[in-house]
């Protein structure tokens, strides 16, 4: 069993992640559980030459060095691949996510209207949270094509490796990917600046450089769209302020009230009424409120805010959850598992 055959076998079965290990069958993950594509388990020289095939040369070298190495491979008429090469057991394994070749729109994403609203901010930081393989990178890329529509602007990704790939429709896009266009997010971040970007899509805002010249840039006037690993709005902007010295907290706390215009955190479930994944997300939009509490260092409060403001589109983890389960869309015990309050989530169901 060739990679491609593989490929095209977990993409009929709509899996979001491929998982190549020497001496397990190939496995996908397919709506969440992991599930075995054949009975045969693949020997050590498969998956090397599987890797040899599906990586460049200074891919191979930088494994060689490393021992990882992330790169994206394509399957004409099917998939492009967002692809880990690590050793396990002495041998190489590969794990393979799935990247959708046509940005889907907006609407398509089941995603509050409210998000819809954030591709028409001028300036400002705009990030995108969850776990891994919460859907961050497809509500970015549709944010950027509802953009490119939209908009005569000039439009900058900067990515790990480069995911959906556009084409220029009014805006004119750039994509650079980490190791073949930029040595690092910050390095890449700095020298956009000087590139006359309108708006500036940033893979992650991993450390401390990379955020601070995120900030600085949706300061300076720039629509900055960014992702972190934080599962809800209050510990993104918690964290954001964490990557600082204590000296410098005050400071950012200032800027980042003027500068943060939404924080968007997904969680993805499996649906109960019919095969598929269904998003929960909750919204935090930086009302005058909001930009007070981060300022003067409360921000404990900010679930309170977003309680109580759901007439303008905020909304929390949990009420999307229980949504969710109230539409029939979701089962109780993956809401209740997946709940930030889970206690008062499953007393709210029962209610």
């Not at 491929?18 to 009975?39: F, N």
């Not at 509050?112 to 901010?121: F, G, M, N």
């Not at 220029?168 to 000087?194: N, P, T, V, W, Y």
């Amino acid at each position: 069993m060739d990679i491609e055959t593989i490929l095209r076998q977990a993409h009929e079965a709509d899996a979001s992640d491929v998982h190549i290990v020497a001496g397990e069958p190939p496995t996908a993950r397919i709506h969440q559980v992991m599930t075995p594509l054949s009975d045969e388990p693949l020997k050590p020289e498969t998956v090397a030459s599987m890797f040899e095939k599906m990586s460049t040369r200074e891919t191979r070298e930088i494994f060689a060095q490393t021992k990882d190495a992330d790169f994206s491979f394509y399957v004409e008429g099917l998939s492009r691949y967002r692809v880990n090469a690590h050793m396990q057991k002495g041998v190489i394994g590969l794990a393979m996510r799935a990247i959708k070749t046509k940005v889907p729109p907006l609407a398509a994403l089941n995603l509050p209207e409210v998000i819809a609203r954030l591709t028409y901010l001028p300036r400002g930081l705009v990030l995108v949270t969850g776990d891994t393989g919460s859907g961050k990178s497809t509500s970015l890329a549709a944010m950027i094509q509802a953009m490119n529509q939209r908009y005569r602007k000039h439009i900058i990704t900067l990515e790990d490796p480069v995911e959906y790939l556009f084409e220029s429709d009014k805006c004119l896009i750039e994509q650079r990917e980490l190791g073949r266009d930029m040595i690092s997010f910050a390095s890449g971040l700095k020298h956009a600046l000087r590139q006359d970007p309108d708006i500036i899509l940033v893979g992650e805002m991993r450390d401390l450089e990379t955020c601070s010249l995120a900030i600085s840039a949706a300061e300076t006037g720039h629509l900055v769209l960014s992702t972190l690993h934080t599962v809800n709005a209050s510990q993104t902007v918690s964290r954001i302020i964490d990557m600082y010295p204590s000296g410098q907290q005050n400071q950012i706390r200032s800027m980042l009230s003027t500068t943060l215009q939404a924080v968007v955190s997904q969680t993805l479930f499996t649906r109960a009424d019919k095969p598929g994944m269904i998003p929960a997300v909750e919204v935090l939009l930086c009302t005058p409120a909001v930009r007070n509490l981060i300022r003067e260092n409360k921000v404990y409060e900010i679930p309170n805010v977003i309680e109580t403001s759901r007439q303008i589109g905020m909304t929390s983890l949990d009420a999307s959850i229980a949504e969710l389960y109230f539409n029939g869309t979701i089962s109780k015990e993956d809401a209740i598992a997946q709940a930030v309050h889970p206690d008062k989530l499953e007393r709210q169901l029962v209610a």
